[in-house]
């Protein structure tokens, strides 16, 4: 086999013909993943262009060229919407629009009234660059921070194909082209060949996305809790006794409160576990809204129990936001179907210092926690551990 310009061309069309079903498998198993619906549809839409340079010589240059290039915008801008919405960032329409449309009009012009090869490549050169960098500039800019690996490195490959296809702008075109992109000459055939083999990098990165994704939000599902979307026990352990090292480092105090929603079990007697479940995530909305003006760490400790960890918090802040997490609950009953029902808790509350441990912290809150419900419930408690 000659590797010649128009046998790569076939090649290359097998190459994305397999890449494309190979994303459309993987869509089958990966169904929740909105981006990959848009980089499988970009990947067809890209195979379907390099179909029309696989046919040039069966079928009539001009509509096929057309018809080509305006397949190869729309593949462009669904793989940009793709990496738009990987990285959750918004995306105007109008703004890949105007970029594809400028592009189809530029090669529309010069096929039709002034026929150009030279022109048309430095077009299509020019929109390759463009989008490229587009893709690469969003995916460093707005990286989340668990998943800056697979970004950088996607960005990378979209950026040496920008690259690739700046370097093309500055190559001559054979004299004797015509409008045969087959006969462009030996420089553009290497432009065509790395880009062959940077598609191949981009479709390796494209996955990489989406398994450090994934990967993200498994470590994201183990730590949380299912019910109330808060960190559940054993993040809390991991987190608090981190956080609790550090405050003795900066030689701070940490203050402790476990919560305990009162009368749980009557809930869920009188009107059932679904209503008890939510109560709970009323709970624990509550619960963050009344935090989320400071530093904390919030976790469900189990069950109706829950765990808020003040860095800083001295003994007077704890109890202060205590009593304001018992009046927010008042002001914003839960509902079970149109009757209002005031849920309040029993807060056991402890505050650590020097040689104290988090355990020794639970100990101490659960200790101020029952007896704030010995004492009637719907009140705070406060005790602190002895020194270790």
């Not at 994704?213 to 299912?226: E, F, K, P, W, Y």
């Not at 054993?234 to 701070?252: E, H, K, S």
């Not at 576990?273 to 530093?295: I, K, M, Y």
């Not at 101490?364 to 007896?371: E, G």
Request: proline content about 5%.
């Amino acid at each position: 086999m000659t590797l010649d310009f128009p046998t790569v061309a076939v090649l290359g069309y097998l190459l994305c013909l397999g890449i494309a079903v190979g994303f459309s498998l993987l869509l089958l198993v990966l169904r929740g993943q909105p981006a990959l619906r848009l980089w499988t549809a970009s990947l067809w839409l890209l195979a379907l262009s390099l179909t029309s340079v696989a046919l040039r010589a069966q079928l009539p240059v001009v509509p096929l060229v057309i018809f080509g290039n305006a397949v190869l915008a729309l593949s462009a801008v669904l793989m940009l919407y793709g990496v738009a919405r990987h990285l959750q960032r918004p995306l105007p329409a109008w703004q890949p629009a105007v970029l594809a449309g400028a592009y189809v009009v530029g090669i529309v012009v010069f096929v039709v009234p002034f026929p150009n090869l030279a022109v048309r490549l430095n077009v299509a050169s020019l929109f390759s660059v463009l989008v490229n960098s587009w893709m690469a500039w969003m995916l460093v800019r707005h990286a989340p921070p668990q998943q800056r690996t697979s970004c950088w490195l996607a960005a990378a490959i979209f950026a040496a194909e920008a690259v690739v296809y700046l370097v093309r702008l500055w190559l001559p075109v054979a004299p004797d082209a015509g409008q045969d992109i087959f006969r462009a000459g030996a420089p553009m055939f290497a432009t065509y060949l790395a880009g062959i083999f940077l598609e191949l990098a981009r479709c390796f990165a494209l996955v990489l996305l989406l398994v450090e994704r994934m990967l993200v939000d498994l470590r994201r599902a183990a730590r949380t809790d299912g019910l109330t979307g808060l960190l559940n026990r054993g993040a809390v352990l991991a987190d608090g006794q981190a956080c609790l090292l550090q405050c003795q480092r900066q030689q701070q105090p940490l203050a402790l409160l476990l919560l305990d929603v009162d009368h749980f079990k009557q809930i869920n007697d009188r009107w059932g576990h679904l209503t008890g479940d939510q109560v709970l995530h009323h709970f624990a909305a509550v619960l963050a809204g009344s935090l989320a003006s400071q530093q904390h760490l919030l976790g469900r400790y189990g069950g109706e129990e829950f765990v808020v960890l003040l860095p800083g918090g001295d003994h007077a802040r704890a109890r202060e936001q205590a009593a304001s997490i018992r009046a927010q609950l008042q002001a914003h009953p839960a509902h079970v179907g149109d009757t209002p029902v005031v849920v309040t808790t029993s807060i056991g509350l402890a505050v650590g210092t020097g040689a104290h441990d988090l355990a020794a912290l639970l100990a101490a809150a659960d200790r101020a926690l029952y007896q704030a419900k010995a004492d009637g419930r719907d009140r705070t408690v406060s005790a602190v551990p002895q020194p270790a």
